[in-house]
């Protein structure tokens, strides 16, 4: 599916010093605030669509290493936290402490999740990630949030399938071909959302009570040229790991070393694209303006999103 | 300050039915897409402005009852994830657990967190929330991620100063005052932000290691008035809980109780409005583009959020 | 197996009042220390046991409600707590933090753990529980640690068997006959542990990849009698919940309403009792000294534990 | 205070080898069964004492880098988990989760809790600690809960103060004095217990309001010879980290990179003797059946405990 080798993941053919020595934000520097105003005015509907699935225990993909998320009562209709205060007795609050990993289900990558050769993206060196206080380099926070320009390519409509295949390799030929189809203009500083139809597989499974399989259809290192060379900004996709699994030629995690680490393009996994891709479909658009609000957690690898795409 | 007095928070003059009486969503049913896409042709520069203070242990305002949020690195380079995979030597993977209260530093209130004598927002009774599971109703999971059209309002400018003085009671007075004084229309669906300059003085005091005065500006019971008047879907401010302190007329959470339990708006406390307010004012313009993704956390009764304001 | 229905669970002739209406310990009470000296003269060989299962995320009974427990990494060699200090570089400490349901895997339930028709042990109110703050009442804190003259019934070996059937209800008899049999003494205030081998099934039918089945052997209502005739002053047992499952005559808890709420004992559960019952068994004695160590966290219903044995 | 310098710290004249190179245990292997069993018959009264602090988020000491300890109630009167079942609408089951760090308050440190010069105890590889699964040597698993015959030395007592100067440099010849003059023979595999009185000067000083100065009379390098001279198994104290502070000679953690690192004990830090120093004076005696029982957590590099001593 790909002549590149695992020798060129060493090939730092990427974006390592392209904004300067010190950059923590990569790919996102691309986001051109003319050319976001300028899909600003393209918005058709003016319809909010919400990417992430919902932070439960259960009937989500919660991976065991990271534990199910949890949602624990602070404080509720028991605890008189009006303490004597006029009113106090008739009213009452409500908390909940959260226990989660980063990386739970919808989710984003920060530019540190993955380190190839004891670098992180830019040439930071590994050792800038502490256990204790995180990363000094490349944590969410300083992502910040961000509305950007975003094209889907639904891949499955383009097949004339449901899904694609389980494992199924997607290529910048399949990414070109589908644009192309779609007829939507790829621009410089666009999100690109990639949608494969696995988690409408996975849920479909998992509410039958049958275990998804492992192999999902997935970004190949193939498409890398095709993401470099429309100098897109971040990408998303609906399967867990933006990549195709089994790993592409077998390598592992390369094409999160291609993306993350060479380009420095932070990653949204687990992204529920369907309500979307259905609303743009009925507005009779490929782009929207895509909102993504990672909690600016100090030195953290990741955080869970919710993204919002306004139609 | 006001000539309302206590007993009127029993009065429900609210918005109790008006969606229906299974509405979980309230004031956000405010919000109309034509609106939206209007607003999104207004953007003037093409700029995201995060709203969310940093996630961290020290130097944000934590409240002793939820605990300081912590990150803890679920794994780095010395777990081998790869397992004896091809590349797996060379690539390591990072991600933390995060344990964080709800309403943690910058926060939305769902329509859960509070409720006035044995009722949420919309008469739901408040027996509807449960320890182990949480809210059945009005669960932070039921407002999805959206995308608005927001005004700020910046109060110090307004009124000529850094800051508003500790513990003053902002009014509807004020409020309209300052719309017209920026001469910025108020529509409905908006959402509203109110700038006092209180996290400014917080952040100050805590970086000279001085512990900030517990007095904070804030909204009134006169102030829901104009709320309710706009058609307001929800409110922000950069404040510790929208309303003044101490509470108006010394009754407790009255503010929370008239705009979340009896108007239905979602709520948004600690917002960092300062970058906003500057970039607004050099860009022309007082109304953004405002998306606000909280956690789909089901049952939760709020969550930590780093809204994105389009300039 | 017992005569008695379910309207005896109302039936408080249990232990309300006999240590005064502000006793919290309940049987505990029944511990003398001069019967505890008697016991430790007794020690035979003076080895220890300890009697609490790996606590890990896999491999042990882990209930989904409660979560895996989980370690995290606090600090390790990449964090430098010596700051600069002599000798700082040279140093590392390492740290954990740990998220567990109080009643993972080796447990004790606190008086606290259940309450029945709305009264904890000793007519305690509910409504002493809050949810913020957890028990005014009968929390594992007021439990203390403790050693107290233990005596093991090993039923499997009583019966001649490997392990007693799944869902085999146990009862006075059966209690009274293996206590006979072993030519053992109970005692005021010693605590009772039951051996069911039922952890043992569990164990080898996850390490061979199979579902254990829900039906354990355990207590039913009839031996409460037993263990009220001896004033026994805690009860421990490797299974889930010390009683049979399904629960005797179908009523929900029902041990637990008679030996918790009405006789205010402290219960164990998923004890390993089985290195002790050999250790016992070479020593040729039925009795031990047992020392149990809850965490004395404020408020709580209940503690991990790892009960050590000396024989 | 002492002759030793810094430069002795890599001298391991420690225990390393000495009970094989597998041993994870440590002088924890001194604790000899006829000793314990000895030291049960000399039990006087049967009274248990108590050894932990409790656990909660203030009024005890809490490090900030730890975090307050949290608990959360998981389940309470809210929560129907009878789910139908008869009897299941009379009764209610109470349970929490627990977010504390393994050092919190009063803990054991685990042989794998210091490394020195990329060493823990017994020349095992700091690498061989993983950030993701923790100790894969030394954890605290590997201690076990035990049963041991404890000797308390009373330093207040013998100096005729109400608590040691604060920063007080324990010497051996201090232990000795002590322990002759409280006549108690010290025996090989004793748990040692360093009553200083810090934290009753701890607590007084926070419950009056006022912050505890950071010095605390605490054991020295030149206290070392004494311990390892007796083959003491474990040692605890009443102070923060059994060691002087500030650090003697100025060296960070050199009293745990030789009780720890080198000999291999555990320790245990932030003990309750105050009560256990009173029974044992009314008793007329200075030793006890102490016995420690950490959680047996997978990995984990400490345990918060609550020893109980039998005297």
């Known amino acids: 599916m790909t002549d590149q080798t695992a020798t060129d993941t060493a090939n730092t053919t990427g974006n390592w010093g392209r904004w300067g020595a010190e950059d923590e934000r990569g790919a996102l520097n691309l986001i051109d605030p003319a050319g ?3 899909a600003a005015r393209e918005v058709r509907t003016g319809r909010s669509y919400a990417l992430g699935l919902p932070i439960q225990r259960e009937g989500v993909p919660v991976f065991p290493h990271r534990g199910a998320p949890q949602r624990l009562t602070l404080s509720d209709h028991t605890d008189d936290m009006g303490m004597g205060r006029e009113g106090g007795e008739d009213v009452r609050s409500y908390e909940d402490v959260l226990v989660l990993a980063s990386h739970s289900i919808t989710h984003m990558d ?4 993955v380190q190839h050769q004891g670098k992180f993206y830019n040439g ?4 800038t990630f502490r256990t204790r206080t995180g990363a000094e380099r490349c944590g969410i926070e300083k992502i910040g949030a961000f509305t950007a320009r975003a094209v889907l390519l639904d891949l499955p409509r383009y097949q004339g399938v449901e899904r694609l295949e389980l494992g199924y390799p997607i290529t910048s030929a399949d990414l070109a071909g589908c644009a192309a189809a779609q007829d939507v203009e790829m621009r410089s ?3 690109l ?8 597989y996975w849920l479909a499974e998992t509410r039958a009570g049958r275990e998804p399989v492992y192999a999902q259809a997935g970004l190949t290192r193939d498409s890398v040229s095709f993401i470099r060379d429309h100098d897109i900004a971040a990408v998303g996709a609906d399967n867990s ?3 195709v699994m089994p790993f592409d030629n077998g390598v592992f995690l390369t094409v999160h070393i291609a993306l993350l680490v060479q380009l420095g393009l932070p990653l949204m996994e687990h992204l529920w694209l369907t309500d979307l891709a259905s ?4 507005a009779g ?5 895509l909102s993504v609000s990672p909690l600016p957690v100090t030195g953290a690898t990741g955080s869970p999103i919710n993204p919002v795409a306004l139609v």
Chains 1, 2, 3, 4 share one sequence.
């Open 241 to 243: 790991a933006i990549e």
């Open 36 to 38: 976001v105003a300028a």
């Open 193 to 200: 959302l990639v949608r494969t139809g696995y988690i409408d």
């Open 279 to 282: 609303g743009m479909a009925e």
């Open 285 to 289: 658009t490929h782009a929207c303006l």
């Open 124 to 127: 930071f060196d590994a050792a």
């Open 110 to 113: 920060a530019l540190c999740h």
């Open 189 to 191: 500083g666009d999100v």
